[in-house]
Nanobody, 125 residues
Framework: QVQLVESGGGLVQAGGSLRLSCAAS????????MGWFRQAPGKEREFVAV????????IYVDSVKGRFTISRDNARNTVYLQMNSLKPEDTAVYYC??????????????????WGQGTQVTVSS
């Protein structure tokens, strides 16, 4: 079955950088749209970025554009989220997700069928 395992979270000062990794097994990355979501305490899980299945194009939520970069390494079956210029409001648990679908619903939690366990990112001011 599909398994996603995130790593790379931690505590960083504002302005710093982290790179999250999502190691995938049980799937071929190029056949899936791969997304990153985050959930802060008391808030709903929100879309952060996606690498689409068909074209491999990238889409970001406005609040991270220019600061975060999603990428994948097909040989390692791993997806990354490079996060630069981090802000305290980026503090959340970050989740990796996989969807076998094509289309425009990449920002919806229910579009994804497989999720990782999450990794905590804390940005101090």
């Amino acid at each position: 079955q599909v398994q996603l395992v995130e790593s790379g979270g931690g505590l960083v000062q504002a302005g710093g950088s982290l790179r999250l990794s999502c190691a995938a097994s049980g799937l071929i990355l190029s056949n899936y749209a791969m997304g990153w979501f985050r959930q802060a305490p008391g808030k709903e899980r929100e879309f952060v970025a996606v690498l689409t299945r068909s074209s491999g194009s990238t889409i970001y939520v406005d609040s991270v554009k220019g600061r975060f970069t999603i990428s994948r390494d097909n040989a390692r079956n791993t997806v990354y989220l490079q996060m630069n210029s981090l802000k305290p409001e980026d503090t959340a648990v970050y989740y990796c997700a996989a969807s076998p679908y094509q289309g425009g619903n990449y920002y919806q939690v229910q579009w994804y069928g497989s999720w990782g366990q999450g990794t905590q990112v804390t940005v101090s001011s």
